[in-house]
């Protein structure tokens, strides 16, 4: 087990300061990364609404920071070749995404992927609960009951609890052991064990970074998920630099 180091406020203001120097230095993996997951948020959108389910927009885009911290592994690599004092070149980075295959971080997307599923689901299941069996005709009726009924009001607060225990229980599974499954041969399940007791060990500063990413990735992605060009690249370069003042190269 590395050691861990306890996080403090500096230390978050210091990680996105460098987050956002290292997207300064090589922007344009940055804009590509973080485009392609604009256009992929837009492309669901846009499915969503040929498919006359519209009201699964509101959720979609909710749920949809779940999978910030597996699009920034990329991020991480140039991160780390900046730190190295290298300068990334496309085919390098790409190189080390592409080997993930075979390494425990491919496992870390079924975890996460699976928490985003279930986010979806209970969404369905608490229509049911609070709504009944109906359905929207557009994205608007949809926010019209959720907004002026009592019934649906309770709906959306039902939902943003469950959503917000299934978000901190990925955030904390997920913020340090990605970053370590990239850097270093350690098993997955070692991996989540010291996200957690990273989280645990500062739970005010990490509690606090985790509703800031939070909150940062869903206003970047409400006009079509535009936002996403330039938070994502920045959130996922300062993910790192905080792992790396967080979890020593040395064991405990």
């Known amino acids: 087990m590395p050691a861990i180091a306890d996080v403090q406020v500096t230390d978050l203001t210091a990680a996105l300061k460098h987050g ?18 604009a256009l992929i948020g837009s492309m669901i959108v846009l499915a969503l609404t ?7 927009i509101y959720p979609f885009a909710i749920g949809f920071p779940l999978v910030g911290p597996f699009a920034a592994v990329g991020l991480y690599e140039v991160s780390r070749q900046l730190a190295k004092g290298k300068k990334p070149q496309w ?11 075979r390494r425990e971080v491919s496992w870390m997307a079924f975890v996460m992927l699976f928490v985003f599923w279930v986010w979806m689901y209970q969404v369905r299941l608490l229509i049911a609960l609070f709504l009944g069996l109906v359905s929207f005709a557009s994205f608007e009726e949809f926010v019209r009951v959720i907004f002026t009924t009592d019934q649906g009001l309770i709906f ?13 229980i990925l955030f904390s599974i997920t913020v340090f052991s990605i970053p370590l499954l990239l850097e270093r041969e350690i098993d997955i399940v ?7 007791k990273a989280v645990l060990q500062s739970p005010v ?28 690249p920045v959130l996922g ?8 003042r967080t979890i020593s190269r040395k064991p405990a």
């Open 205 to 232: 500063a990490m509690l606090g970074w985790g509703v800031f990413v939070t909150l940062s990735i869903i206003l970047a992605s409400l006009p079509l998920f535009a936002g996403l060009f330039l938070v994502l």
């Open 20 to 37: 956002i120097s290292d997207f300064m230095r090589a922007p344009s993996f940055g804009l590509v990364i973080g485009g392609l997951f």
């Open 91 to 101: 085919h390098d980075v790409f190189s080390v995404i592409w080997a993930q295959r």
């Open 50 to 56: 040929i498919w006359n389910i519209p009201w699964m």
């Open 237 to 244: 370069h300062a993910t790192w630099h905080l792992y790396d």
């Open 156 to 168: 959306l607060a039902a939902g943003h609890v469950v959503g917000a225990i299934l978000a901190l």
């Open 190 to 196: 070692t991996a989540m064990i010291v996200s957690v």
